[in-house]
């Protein structure tokens, strides 16, 4: 176990034969020598590490990529742990770069949101010319290749509040999650969230299929129209001059999309939303094949960070969180649980739901983070703190670890467990790795734990696991 300097990590790490690397935010890029968690190197960084940590060879060197959530991506030596390059988006004034960049060949795509869904919060911030996108940048150098915007048209003045602040309009759909790459079509496909303001379009809340080459649409649809939101609809009063009237339900594509296919060898885009329904569109045309609705939805319910799919099996594992926002209630009842669905027909197979362990706000039971799948099992974390591992055809309970505990780390940092988002958790090898503790959305229980399990062989399925290692 090791201890992490901040309570809300944001990091999903990176495995190889003989190294853990960690995204450490306030302290930097952490190279941890597998077997022991001692420190290899540091690349000090005082910032948010907000993405995945992928690698990549440029001739002989092995590099690391990765996201700073305000600053860009970069690019750093695998083996020193020095900067090669660095990168950003100079299309958009005030980008955030929230979702994981993917490599293909020597290109880097880098999904872009906007910072202006919560500068808006500012009352005296005139709202909001700034729209989401993918961008390609060189493997080799960094250098911007091109930047495809998820809103063509310049947003406008389309009115003023306080005599003097203007509003401006169209804005937002932004692209929070890293895109799918399908070589067989040479696309990139990802989805994008709401609107910052009026007028709305018809790229919010919608899927994109883009050349992966070039970035030219292949097609858009939309499955949510006029859902218009910003963090200035938060604020109690609900009369925010920067939150939209009429307000949407923020109910976009936060998760990434996954390309697929059914065991009758049909290929399915699956994309989970916040209004808690998962669609499977045909990658070819963007036609809708199915849709399956498993909760109430709203904003910060439905599915947050990812879902999984075992091919072999034709299931995908749908985590829900369906958290309520105080103010905010969605209409229906809370749904939250893992849920598993038949690729063909999107009928669910099982799901896994239980009350929460206690009724505070910070522990209310849901699945906000990605799940992982691998071979006969599939791995979840919920928000009141507990690591799951279920059997995947039946859904059946192998194994849990409660996580709201405090550790000896390998570090000698104090750590203690908290709730489970996020990227959730990763399978490599022999190991089960997860960071527990995120306070970032709803005051849930921080922690700064990195947890590492190692599978043991055994006959009896609650013994598969080993506690974490100190």
């Given amino acids: 176990m090791y201890g992490l300097a901040g309570e809300t990590p944001r990091f999903y790490p990176l495995v190889t034969e003989d190294t853990i690397v960690v995204g450490d935010s306030g302290r930097g890029l952490v190279a941890l020598d597998r077997e022991t968690g001692c420190e290899r190197w540091l690349y000090p960084h005082d910032a948010e590490i907000a993405s995945a940590i992928l690698h990549s060879k440029v001739g002989n060197r092995d590099l690391l990529i990765f996201n700073d959530r305000t600053a860009g991506v970069f690019a ?61 940048f060189d493997l080799a150098t960094g250098a911007a290749l091109w930047y495809l915007p998820t809103i063509e048209q310049p947003a406008e003045q389309t009115g003023r509040h306080f005599l003097l602040v203007e509003k401006h309009g169209p804005s937002g759909a932004s692209v929070w999650a890293a895109p799918a790459y399908d070589a067989e079509r040479g696309r990139l496909y990802f989805g994008t969230g709401q609107n910052f303001s009026h007028p709305t379009t018809d790229t919010s ?21 006029n859902d218009a939101y910003t963090a200035a609809c938060n604020i109690a009063a609900l009369n925010h001059p920067n939150c939209p009237d009429p307000m949407g339900p923020d109910v976009d594509f936060g998760a990434p999309v996954v390309l697929t296919r059914t065991r ?3 290929p399915l885009l699956l994309a989970g939303q916040k209004s808690a329904d998962v669609h499977a569109v045909d990658p070819d045309t963007g036609e ?17 960070w990812g879902l999984a799919v075992n091919e072999r099996q034709g299931l995908a594992f749908v985590p829900v969180s369906d958290k309520a926002l105080v103010g905010f209630p969605a209409p229906g009842k809370p749904a939250p649980g893992l849920y598993a669905l038949d690729t063909e027909t999107g009928a669910v197979r099982w799901s896994h739901r239980r009350e929460s362990r206690c009724s505070d706000r910070e522990c209310v039971f849901g699945l906000s983070a990605a799940a992982v799948a691998a071979n006969d099992i599939v791995v979840s974390g919920s928000m009141d703190g507990y690591l799951m591992v279920h059997e995947a055809t039946s859904g059946a309970l192998l194994w849990e670890h409660d996580a709201w505990r405090e550790y000896s780390a390998v570090n000698g940092v104090r750590a203690k467990g908290g709730a489970f988002d996020a990227h959730g958790a990763m399978l490599a090898d022999d190991l089960l790795m997860v960071t527990a503790g995120y306070r970032y959305v709803g005051q849930q229980r921080a922690g700064n734990a990195f947890l590492l399990f190692q599978v043991q062989p055994s006959h009896e399925p609650s013994e598969s696991l080993d506690v974490p290692h100190d």
Wanted: proline share 5%.
């Fill in 288 to 304: 809708r094949v199915w849709t399956r609705k498993l909760g109430r939805g709203g904003i910060i319910g439905g599915v947050h």
């Fill in 76 to 136: 750093v030596d695998a083996g020193t742990g020095t900067v090669v390059w660095t990168a950003k988006v100079s299309q958009e004034p005030v980008p955030w770069y929230s979702g994981s960049p993917v490599v293909v060949g020597n290109l880097v795509y880098v999904p872009v949101s906007s910072m202006e869904v919560a500068l808006a919060v500012n009352p005296l911030y005139g709202c909001c010319v700034t729209s989401g996108g993918l961008a390609a």
């Fill in 205 to 225: 809340d919608a899927l994109f299929a883009v050349s992966a080459q070039s970035g030219e649409i292949a097609w858009v649809r939309q499955f949510t129209a």
């Fill in 264 to 266: 009758s060898g049909r």
